[in-house]
């Protein structure tokens, strides 16, 4: 019994327009299909087969979809008539994917502005009605759906709701007389079954229906778009913009093949079996690896391959609760502009995700983006490993995409018993209904043999990753090579390349006059170093240990060093090898700072090296080291500021000379003006700036040092910026993880409030039922009272009547086989009262078959008893 709401209390009220609005969670009308196939794939209906087809009614196109389920009784057809009764539960193993008690009406609204539910479930028959047409002519400001209960006699149960509903439904309908709403429910085979046809379907401004019915006469398919650019026709699902659309965007054939990672219903569309498939079964050079979450205390199972029907349909698959909620869904290196990871499918189930409201995408939810994260990791694992294993067994440099496939396993569903049983390989062509019996396995030959047992939950990957392996081995050396070169290069291969540039050499910067960096702490920890490289685009980590650098003096500028924990960026696989250092406008800087930089920074090196040789003898004396050079260090540190503002104030000289070169230049260059007396000025302007006389050549250089000190100091400018630029995009993520984490708790919040507002609208309806059957006892109790005022007239017209006809009766008494019948009865009457207490024998007329009947109930009492 539902609790009654406190008086004076208003009930919610479910606007007509809501069913129009809440259909819109469907963008894609085959999500709305998917919703009533999900309806018969459920435990509580367990339909073996469903009928989806295109049929027209009155002038009408509609849509049908007919099972061979469990059906519904009229009361749970008025629940799945309603919003947010979902009481599914799994039954043998058997999970269901309703989720929130929305899925009909949601899906069938979409589809059309009508539906009509035809169930029986062989007890009783029922017919349904959800018609926003009707509600609208009848301006209801409630959703009210008229249903009709017959029993298995053709006889309507129920009267005084049954009449109403079925005068609302032959007005307002496509059926007219109650014979051809019989005639509906005939047409679902057997006893058990639903019947729903759809009417008034979503049509575009010229009056098409959203689907091409003509195309294929075995399919349902969604019209083609004309591209205005290319002016071809295509179809493009909304998330898929930008890529080919796989079949199953467009096909509704193609959809149901993929529907459930394991098919256990059979879908017949238009007349025709739907070739279902079991996709984690259908691939080549099928892998499996393993996903452990750490918000999950269990391994999740991916499924890699190769698509074997078309190399441009490519992606993951995401299932949840065998359902398929996403599919080819890119990820990884699929994601880049190139052909890698083409062709490649994945196959996860994600029961531990939620999805959405539509069944078409999940939660925006940290655990989402998580697992699409690892998905794309393990994804760019299997393609290496598969390209270099391929490659090997295929020598003609065929791409592994191009390569002819064909699936690992041939697998087939009996028609029968609907188990899934494996194939030995070579056979190819298969009968239009195949059978268990048609086996040639012996051991699987009988529909009563369950299916093979799936793999257990697995530990470990099916395969080795042995490139992944064999590519941070060779990374690891080539790294250690073009260290020992950055090593023996001498200051004569910086001043040979120092103005040499060629785009297509790698460079090795070595940062020199630069800040230090804390390498070491007192305690002398030593820290590996990671150098990130990315080949075939794939990102491998190579951990080396740090090693110091040697020193290489050098008589003119300055000698290469490097300190410890000093990293060299490098590119791998270039013939030529570059090396430059940071420059400084050395020429321009007094000799006496250059001398004593120069002397603090091998004081500070041979110290570093001290410090290193003495690490292992004690490392108290090591730390004292350490102390003594991080105090030279914060001094050349110090000198370095000094340099680099001696540096900016060349420059802007260098920028007050150019300006002053330009106005010279305009004002005594002159076409009558000789080169002898050109070249005299320029002299005397650079003698009265600087004081002395330099060459022209002279000046040359430095002004072109002068520019290349400016194109370095713009570089350093544009790599703050980008480092600025990367910082503001962490604190970006950082606020946006808390947004997700608001959101999060708003979407509790809303959940929470959903189920409050699931359970008062199940208390108002039941309320409603009360109410209905107090109004019915009501109305049988005036039916009632009526009889008996019948009963009391016609018993008093029998009265004086027979006082006129005492005469005739007295003959007939005299009669021996009435006086017998008498005797018999009013025996008969003795023994019904000491079966039935109640029974008063004074009020029993004898003369008439009233005995008889009583006798007759209990009689038939007496044998349902014995028989239970």
């Known amino acids: ?283 080549a050079y099928i892998e499996r690896d393993v996903y452990r979450p750490k918000f999950l205390t269990r391994t999740v199972r991916i499924t890699f391959g190769f698509n074997c029907r078309n190399k441009d349909h490519y992606g993951i698959m995401m299932y949840h609760r065998n359902r398929l909620i996403k599919a080819y869904e890119k990820v990884g290196c699929q994601l880049r502009a190139n052909n890698m990871g083409v062709g490649v499918v994945g196959i996860i189930e994600c029961n531990f995700l939620k999805p959405t409201h539509n069944k078409q995408d999940f939660d925006y939810t940290n655990e989402y983006r998580l697992t699409i994260t690892a998905l794309g990791d393990k994804l760019n694992d299997y393609w290496n490993e598969m390209k270099v294993k391929k490659n090997a ?160 003096s050098s008589t003119s500028t300055s000698s290469s060093r490097c300190d410890q924990g000093t990293t060299a960026a490098t590119q791998t696989e270039v013939p030529n090898l570059v090396v430059k250092k940071e420059e400084t406008i ?56 000094n340099f680099k503002r001696q540096c900016h104030t060349l420059t802007d000289q260098v920028k007050v000379l150019e300006q002053r070169l330009l106005e010279m230049n305009d004002k005594y260059v002159k076409k009558e003006t000789c080169h002898q007396a050109t070249e005299t000025d320029a002299v005397f302007i650079l003698e009265s700036i600087n004081g002395k006389s330099e060459s022209p050549d002279y000046m040359a250089s430095q002004y072109q040092q002068a520019l290349e000190e400016i194109e370095r100091l713009k570089k350093q400018c544009s790599a703050l910026q980008h480092v600025k630029a990367e910082c503001g995009q962490c604190s970006n993520s950082e606020s946006k993880s808390e947004m997700d984490e608001m959101a999060v708790q708003l979407d509790d919040v809303f959940r929470q409030l959903d189920k409050c507002s699931v359970e008062r609208d199940q208390y108002k309806s039941e309320v409603e039922l009360l109410e209905m059957e107090k109004s019915q006892i009501r109305l049988q109790c005036e039916e009632l009272k009526t009889e008996i005022e019948q009963l009391k007239s016609t018993s008093q017209q029998i009265g004086t009547v027979s006082t006129s006809s005492n005469i005739e009766e007295s003959i007939n008494y005299a009669d021996g086989e009435s006086l017998k019948l008498r005797s018999l009865r009013i025996n008969v009457g003795q023994l019904l009262a000491m079966i039935v207490p109640d029974l008063d024998l004074q009020q029993v007329n004898y003369d008439v078959d009233v005995v008889d009947e009583i006798l007759g109930q209990v009689v038939e009492q007496m044998s349902e008893i014995s028989s239970t």
């Open 1 to 283: 019994m539902a609790a009654q709401p406190p008086s004076g209390i208003r009930l919610s009220a479910l606007c007509p327009k809501f069913l129009h609005t809440n259909s819109t969670s469907h963008t894609w009308p085959f999500s709305a299909v998917a919703e009533l196939i999900d309806n018969a794939y459920d435990p509580d209906v367990n339909a073996k087969q469903i009928w989806i087809d295109k049929t027209v009614i009155n002038g009408h196109i509609c849509l049908t979809f007919t099972d061979n389920g469990n059906g519904m009784t009229s009361d749970k057809l008025h629940k799945m008539l309603s919003f947010g009764f979902s009481d599914k539960v799994t039954m043998n193993g058997h999970v269901p994917v309703g989720l929130y008690g929305n899925g009909f009406k949601s899906g069938s609204m979409r589809l059309g502005k009508d539906a009509i539910v035809f169930t029986k479930n062989g007890e009783s028959m029922s017919v349904g009605f959800l018609s926003q047409s009707y509600l609208e002519v009848i301006k209801a400001e409630h959703v009210v759906v008229p249903i009709v209960a017959f029993n298995n006699h053709r006889q309507m149960i129920n009267l005084t709701e049954s009449k109403a509903s079925l005068a609302a439904i032959l007005e307002h309908s496509l059926f007219s007389t109650e014979q051809k709403l019989l005639a509906e429910l005939d047409a679902v085979m057997g006893k058990k079954g639903t019947r729903i046809i759809i009417w008034n379907l979503r049509s575009y401004k010229n009056g098409a229906t959203e689907f091409d019915f003509d195309k294929d006469k075995y399919d349902i398919r969604i019209p083609e778009d004309l591209d205005e650019t290319t002016g071809k026709k295509g179809y493009k699902k909304q998330e898929r913009m930008d890529q080919i659309a796989p079949e199953s965007d467009y096909s509704l054939r193609a959809y149901c093949s993929i529907l459930y990672l394991k098919p256990r219903m059979q879908i017949i569309l238009r007349g025709q079996k739907v070739k279902t498939q079991l996709v984690s079964k259908s691939l």
């Open 586 to 641: 050395e020429d321009t800087i007094d000799a006496r700072n250059d001398t004593a930089a120069l002397a603090s920074f091998v004081e500070a090196e041979a110290k570093v090296h001290e410090a290193q040789e003495t690490f292992d003898k004690s490392a108290g004396v090591a730390g004292c080291q350490l102390n003594e050079v991080r105090n030279e260090l914060l001094l050349v540190t110090q000198e370095k500021e």
């Open 393 to 552: 067994e295929y020598p003609l440099n065929l791409p592994v995409e191009d390569i002819q496939k064909r699936p690992d396993q041939t697998w087939v569903q009996c028609d029968s018993c609907l188990k899934w049983r494996k194939l030995p390989d070579g056979i190819d062509q298969l009968p239009e209904k195949w059978y268990c019996s048609n086996n040639p396995d012996p051991q699987f030959r009988n529909c009563d043999v369950p299916e093979e047992p799936e793999d257990e939950d697995l530990v470990h990957p099916t395969y080795e990753k042995t490139y992944k392996k064999s590519l941070k081995r060779r990374l690891s050396v080539r790294s250690s090579i073009l260290n020992t070169k950055s090593r023996r290069l001498t200051s004569q291969t910086f001043e040979n390349s120092a103005y040499k540039d060629d785009d297509d050499e790698d460079v090795i910067i070595l940062e020199e006059n630069s800040t230090p960096k804390p390498a070491v702490d007192h305690d002398i920890e030593m820290k590996s170093e990671q150098v990130h490289v990315e080949q075939s685009g794939v990102q491998v980590e190579i951990v080396g240990d740090n090693e110091p650098c040697g020193q290489a």
